[in-house]
């Protein structure tokens, strides 16, 4: 079993459309959860982070974590034609650890 | 101001040549990164240095060596190219804030191609 796995879709909705982009992990020890938003020949750039357990929002965008399911979401409201990116889950176990482990993206496209 | 710019953007090369590509960063990180993107997106860590030390070294073959001449460069050579090497390959610099999470800034990405 893969440490972090994330349905690579490819996802396709109208413009408006509520998105749920999800990751499911395996390794307790994942305290930070992030979500990378990556444009077609671009590099990955940060869009949220969450620590531990619990909701955040920013905006347009909801990224959720439930440590005891070890499953995370991120929700894209009113989805507009510049979200269409491949967006990335990773974790970190924070810290002094640096690595990020990353899930394998899911390719949206919000058609107009 | 770029701040993680990578060089070339594109590499196109035969097997059996090495090639080095050359990550350089104006954020004042002391960590920098290289991951390898596959052609499914796949993003995974290859190496890590903080302070120029190496604190990421990740199942790759030998044949790639990262060097870091100073904190604001890391640049990765990789000898006796293969088909499978064929990937986009991403610099990235991050600055341990204290607050546990670590943001990394990604570079534009490399795009080899070994024929």
């Known amino acids: 079993q893969k440490e972090v796995e994330q349905d690579p879709g490819p996802l396709s909705v109208p413009e408006g459309a509520i998105v749920s982009l999800n990751c499911t992990y395996s390794?307790?020890?994942?305290?930070?959860f992030m979500w990378y938003r990556q444009y077609s020949r671009k590099g990955p750039e940060l869009l949220m982070y969450?620590?531990?357990?619990g909701n955040k929002e920013d905006g347009r965008f909801t990224a959720q974590v439930d440590k005891s399911s070890k499953y995370i979401s991120l929700f894209i409201r009113d989805s507009q034609p510049s979200d269409s990116a491949t967006y990335l889950c990773?974790?970190?176990?924070?810290?002094?650890?640096?690595?990020?482990?990353f899930g394998k993206g899911t390719l949206l496209t919000v058609n107009p | 101001d770029t701040a993680v710019s990578q060089t070339p953007k594109y590499l196109v090369t035969q097997m059996g040549n090495d090639k080095s590509i050359k990550c350089e960063q104006n954020?004042?990180?002391?960590?920098m990164y290289w991951y390898k993107q596959d052609s499914k997106k796949f993003l995974k860590i290859m190496f890590s240095?903080?302070?120029?030390?190496?604190?990421i070294n990740e199942t790759v073959p030998n044949r790639f060596s990262p060097k870091s001449p100073d904190k604001a460069h890391l640049n990765l050579h990789i000898n006796s190219l293969e088909l499978g090497d064929s990937a986009v390959y991403f610099c990235?610099?991050?600055?341990?804030?204290?607050?546990?999470?670590?943001?990394?800034?990604f570079g534009p990405g490399t795009r080899l191609t070994v024929t």
């Open positions: 390794n307790s020890a994942f305290q930070y």
């Open positions: 990773a974790m970190s176990r924070g810290g002094s650890n640096y690595k990020l482990t």
């Open positions: 240095y903080n302070n120029k030390e190496l604190i």
């Open positions: 990235a610099s991050s600055q341990d804030q204290g607050t546990g999470l670590i943001e990394q800034y």
């Open positions: 954020l004042g990180h002391d960590t």
């Open positions: 969450t620590y531990s357990s």
